[in-house]
């Protein structure tokens, strides 16, 4: 079973508004609405961002929203900050209690 | 508070198998799954498999069937992870992260991770 697939990189200025992408299959993103999103700094441990597709725990910032469309889900981070910079990873449930996480993406506030 | 302390660092050479234990505080354990998941240097996050510590169910990914096994001690709230046939493409930290028995996928609390050397 692959990651799901997501872009090694994306950058954006502080203000600015940027989309990271997760793209998997019909058996797992597209089957159900339990996507999660997480942020990871060096050495840390990941912290959950998005719960199922588009939910926000308590305490994560408004700026941060999720969605999905297709096989496709998206973290959107808006008003970027420089403490936003880190990896984001996409986590989606494929059935059969097996969990698959995306490869990962570097943010970069420049 | 919620709490997963994980156990120190471990050197193994190829071939054996390392335990790594997780250690719940704060919850009750049986209220929610615990997942491992591991991070090899430098690359993303890997999900290893589910335990139920309601009744010991578990479920592996395949890359790890017939190589891992995850139990539950609920007098001690902990959590155990053992790997066997260590390689050295298996050097990685290790996390321990629960979701609720809800349904949900959300991993909300996580250990600090244990890492994992694997050197002859």
């Known amino acids: 079973q692959s990651a799901l697939t997501q872009p090694a990189s994306v950058s954006g200025s502080p203000g600015q508004s940027i989309t990271i992408s997760c793209t998997g299959t019909?058996?797992?993103?597209?089957?159900?609405?339990?996507v999660s999103w997480y942020q990871q700094y060096p050495d840390k441990a990941p912290k959950l961002m998005i719960s199922?597709?588009?939910k926000r725990p308590s305490g994560v910032s408004d700026r941060f929203s999720g969605s999905k469309s297709g096989n496709t889900a998206s973290l959107t981070i808006s008003g970027l900050q420089a403490e936003d910079e880190g990896d984001y990873y996409c986590?989606?449930?494929?059935?059969?209690?097996?969990?698959?996480f995306g490869g990962g993406t570097k943010l970069t506030v420049l | 508070q919620v709490q997963l302390v994980q156990s120190g660092a471990e050197v193994k050479k190829p071939g054996a198998s390392v335990k790594v234990s997780c250690k719940a505080s704060?919850?009750?354990?049986?209220?929610?799954?615990m997942h491992w998941v591991r991070q090899a240097p430098g690359q993303g996050l890997e999900w290893m498999g589910i335990?139920?510590?309601?009744?010991?169910?578990?479920a592996y990914a395949q890359k790890f069937q017939g190589r891992v096994t995850m139990t539950s001690d609920t007098s001690t709230s902990t959590v155990y992870m053992e790997l066997s046939s260590l390689r050295s493409e298996d050097t990685a930290m290790y996390y321990c992260?629960?979701?609720?028995?809800?349904?949900?996928?959300?991993?909300?609390?996580w250990g600090q991770g244990t890492l994992v050397t694997v050197s002859s």
């Open positions: 335990t139920n510590p309601n009744d010991g169910g578990t």
């Open positions: 199922e597709v588009s």
């Open positions: 992260a629960r979701t609720p028995l809800a349904g949900n996928l959300n991993f909300d609390f």
């Open positions: 704060g919850y009750t354990l049986t209220t929610h799954y």
């Open positions: 019909s058996s797992d993103v597209g089957s159900y609405n339990l």
């Open positions: 986590c989606s449930y494929a059935g059969s209690s097996t969990v698959i």
